[in-house]
């Protein structure tokens, strides 16, 4: 619709402006002036009420006179009351509470409120009749006005002048000043993206472009004369320090015409309609004359409600990451954890163990502190499982392992050494204080009620300054005492120290009864060593490792009873290292998903010889080397091993390590091939007895691990430290993306794909490699960072589903509970 001129809208303003007006002094009584009128009427109203009343009078007619009185009052809302009062005083009629109403005037003349009228009878005067009226003028200050026409000039002089100034300001204001900037000015202020606004010092908007109009959706000259403050702005959220405090402080613009200085980067929300309230970035600067006087304020509006948005959700994918990160880490402490314990005693495992003791070895031979060892073994425990089977013992072992570790004081280590075996170290403790701690051990064990009956332990005790060189040697003098305990009765404890010369021989010949080789002397083997060079294959090869820590548990079953502690603690470690070699090998190969080509094996069987080099210049131990390097030497012999032994001049360790590392590969899965069962792999050790093994020890392999359980032979793909590896791996590549390190991110996105695609973990190896792929092009920021986002959830959700499961099937103590998400 055609909008009229502003010519013709202030003509029209100002003519019924001018209507109004007399409109409100005729509806205000002001022109005319009634009183006198009204005066009369009142007059003459009451004259004829008298003259009435005479004639009832002289009739005396009372009641007449009452209704006639009633009907008046009625009919005159203007009355109060009237009364009807004789000549002694006394009022005779009384209509509307007149006696209470009434007022006598000082003079006793009738005024506009009160008139007073004789009633004549005859000649004489009978009474007066009273009528108390309404006031004619209001009460206040309308209640004098001189005359009418000077009232209405001095009403439509100063109401005009006001109203008149009040309306032509509001017009004035609406006049476009646009008009006078130039078109090519308005054109380039048109054509900027950002909202631009030139204010004048009330803060009413003056100039306007088309983004500014389109953001706030007015048309533009609706906006001019109106205050940009009036708008529903609203300190954004967004906003760094945006407080409950600040969210009352003076829009930007304002501040620049109060303080004179601009003003910028101010976040502010404005919510048009319904719509999503839109962010701009507001920036005002002051305007000046040629004499720099402010005349105003110029204020840019940018429109950054998608920029704002992409913040937000960029906060919150890197909220949800870091909340990812922490869970994983936690997670990652519970693996930990879980990796150092024997999932049946909840104790720690040999390799924790060993890595705990070699610790508090070296810092009491540092601080010469006391240290003691205990050997413990159950008595006839054999007979448990034959007798009332393999559940009842494992019973039996979790609820010793439960005394032994609630007698055990906080420092102590407690550890399941064998298959019915615990070992305790005493920090700080001498001999005579750890044979006393041993005889607790024994007492609890024997006062505690089992669920088949009685159990009873014994006890071998040694110590520091028994003169052990190093762990092995002092774990090796508690076996040699625990066998005498065992010799001279069981569930007693035996100390070394003083042992008899027959019984050690004994026990010597004994414990070695099986053993085809001579003890060897060299350094010891540090574990620690050991477990750092484990760790470096799990970087290299994940699987390898975990193979590799498999062997090394089924050669600790088969040796028991077969070797003494110290052979069988060399040849653990062999198995933990007899495939260090394949760090020397090539990712392309060593990762490799397919099956290898003739090439890549021989390149691959280059690894025992790398292994052997890497083992001998690591450890001087010459029995250590020689298991590794003759573990794949056949029995039988084979003409593609020259130059390896034969028979029985393998060294047993080697001949063990061979039949372990070969029930454990037949018991993986692989790219080319579906693990084989228990009782395949079984059949095929056996089928190879005489020609490739020692078919002595490999009905004796056979029994020992049939005797342990079925937990101790499967070959799965994601353990422990197969999920610990991996959520290593994803507490490194958080640390990169906190660090923006885009090459080790992409480093720790291959190898964690490289990784769980070898183990078959397919899902986290296609957002790893999604995640590779991203970081290609370092600009699609929140790409990368949902790559990241759902591959840390992912593999926090792995984590926690194997957490999980290992809670809910293993008796956790409350220590390991507590660390469980």
Same mark, same amino acid.
């Given at each position: ?39 009369r ?11 009435d009343?005479?004639?009832f009078?002289s ?7 009452e209704?006639s009185l009633?009907?008046?009052a ?11 009062r ?6 005779l009629v ?11 005037t ?6 506009e409120?009160?008139?007073r009228?004789?009633?004549v ?23 004098w ?8 000039i ?26 006078v ?5 308005? !054109? %380039? ?6 909202? *631009?606004?030139i204010? /004048?010092?009330?803060? +009413?908007?003056? =100039?306007? &472009? ?24 609203k ?15 003076a ?9 004179? !200085? %601009?003003?910028?980067?101010n976040?502010?929300? *404005?919510q048009?309609? /319904?719509?999503?309230? +839109?962010?701009? =970035?507001? &920036?005002s600067?002051p ?12 204020a ?18 890197l909220n ?13 402490r ?8 024997d999932? *049946?005693?909840?104790?720690?495992n ?7 003791f ?24 054999k ?12 019973q ?9 570790k ?38 609890a ?8 009956g009685?159990?009873t ?12 060189g ?7 003098q ?8 065992k010799r ?13 010369d027959?019984?050690?021989?004994t ?20 574990f620690q060593?050991v ?9 290299r090869?994940?699987?390898t ?13 088969a040796?028991?009873g077969?070797?003494?502690l ?5 040849l653990?470690n ?15 190969i060593?990762?490799k998903?397919?099956?290898?080509t ?6 691959m ?6 292994g052997?080099?890497i ?8 029995e ?19 130059g390896l032994?034969t028979g029985?001049d393998?060294p047993?360790?080697?001949r ?14 692989r790219?080319y091939?579906?693990?084989r ?10 089928r190879c007895a ?22 101790t ?10 999920a ?15 660090q ?22 397919t899902e ?16 699609q ?33 409350e ?6 998400p």
């Open positions: 619709m055609k909008r009229f001129s502003a010519t013709i809208r202030i003509a029209f303003g100002l003519t019924s402006l001018s209507v109004s007006l007399l409109l409100a002094a005729d509806w205000l009584g002001i022109i005319r002036d009634d009183a006198p009128a009204i005066m009427g009142r007059s003459r109203l009451c004259e004829s009420v008298a003259v009343l005479s004639l009078a009739r005396s007619e009372k009641d007449s006179m209704t009633r009907a008046i009625k009919r005159n809302p203007e009355i109060i009351s009237i009364g009807l004789r000549a002694d005083g006394e009022v009384d209509v509307g509470d007149h006696t209470a109403e009434w007022r006598d000082p003079d006793g003349k009738s005024t409120t009160n008139m009228v004789p009633i009878s005859g000649n004489e005067t009978w009474g007066t009749v009273e009528v108390l009226f309404e006031p004619i003028r209001p009460p206040g200050p309308f209640g006005r001189p005359h009418p026409l000077v009232l209405l001095l009403f439509f002089t100063s109401s005009g002048v006001l109203v008149f100034y009040l309306f032509l300001r509001r017009v004035l204001q609406q006049l476009n000043p646009a008009r900037v130039p078109a090519r000015v308005r !054109s %380039a202020l048109d054509a900027l993206a950002e909202g *631009l606004v204010l /004048d010092q009330d803060g +009413r908007i003056v =100039l306007a &472009n088309k983004s500014f109009s389109q953001a706030i959706r007015r048309p533009e000259d609706r906006m001019l004369g109106s205050r940009v403050s009036d708008l529903p702005w300190r954004s959220q967004c906003a760094e320090g945006t407080t409950q405090e600040n969210e009352s402080e829009d930007p613009w304002m501040k620049v015409l109060d303080e004179g !200085s %601009a003003q910028v980067g976040i502010l929300d *404005l048009i309609g /319904d719509d999503t309230p +839109r962010t701009f =970035l507001v &920036n600067s305007v000046k004359d040629e004499n720099g006087k402010q005349r105003g304020v110029l840019s509006f940018d429109d950054v409600t998608q920029l704002e948005a992409k913040k937000a959700e960029l906060q919150e994918t949800n990451l870091q909340a990812s990160s922490e869970e994983i880490r936690r997670q990652n519970a693996l930990e954890f879980l990796a150092r314990q999932p *049946l005693t909840q104790c720690c040999r390799r924790s163990f060993f890595e705990q070699e610790t508090i070895w070296k810092s009491a031979g540092r601080y010469n502190h006391a240290l003691s060892c205990l050997l413990i073994d159950i008595d006839h425990f007979l448990v499982n034959d007798n009332h089977g393999h559940s009842t013992g494992d039996v072992l979790q609820k010793c392992a439960a005394v032994l609630s007698t055990a004081r906080d420092a102590d280590i407690v550890c399941r050494y064998g298959g019915e075996e615990f070992t305790i170290v005493l920090p700080h403790v001498e001999i005579e204080d750890a044979v006393r701690a041993a005889e607790k051990f024994r007492a064990i024997e006062n505690t009620q089992f669920p088949h009685k159990v332990i014994s006890v071998g005790v040694s110590s520091l300054k028994m003169g052990a190093d762990p092995r040697e002092l774990l090796t508690s076996d040699k005492a625990l066998y005498a305990a001279m009765g069981r569930n007693q404890v035996a100390q070394w120290d003083q042992l008899t027959d019984v050690v021989d026990g010597e010949q004994l414990t070695h009864a099986t053993s085809t080789v001579e003890t060897k002397t060299g350094s010891p083997v540090p060593a477990t750092a060079l484990i760790s470096a294959l799990a970087y090869d994940q699987q490792a975990e193979h590799s820590r498999r062997v090394a548990d089924l050669c600790v079953i040796a028991e077969l070797m003494s110290r052979e069988c603690y060399i653990e062999a198995a933990l290292l007899h495939d260090i070699g394949k760090i020397g090998v090539p990712d392309c060593l990762l998903p397919d099956s290898l003739a090439d890549e094996w021989k390149i069987h280059q690894h025992d010889r790398i052997v080099e083992i001998r210049a690591s450890f001087r131990s010459k250590l080397t020689e298991i590794i390097e003759n573990h794949h030497a056949f029995f039988g012999g084979n003409s593609t091993r020259i032994p029985n393998i047993l360790g080697a063990m390590l061979s039949i372990a590392d070969a029930y454990d590969a037949m018991l993986s899965d790219v091939r579906k693990g069962s228990q009782e395949e792999a079984f059949a095929e050790l056996q005489g020609s490739q093994f020692d078919p002595v020890l490999v009905e004796h392999f056979i029994q020992r691990v049939k005797g342990r359980g079925a937990q032979t499967e070959a799965a793909n994601v353990s422990i430290e197969t610990l590896s991996i959520g290593l791996q994803i507490e490194r590549l958080a640390s990169a993306l906190d923006q390190d885009v090459s080790g991110l992409q480093a720790m996105a291959s190898r964690l794909k490289e990784t769980t695609a070898k183990l078959d973990v986290i190896a296609d957002k790893a490699a999604e995640l590779e792929a991203s970081l290609n092009d370092e600009e920021l929140m790409t990368i960072l949902s790559a990241a986002g759902e591959l840390m959830d992912l593999c926090r959700s792995t984590q926690y589903s194997y957490v999980r499961h290992a809670h809910h099937t293993q008796a956790l103590s220590d390991a509970a507590e660390l469980i």
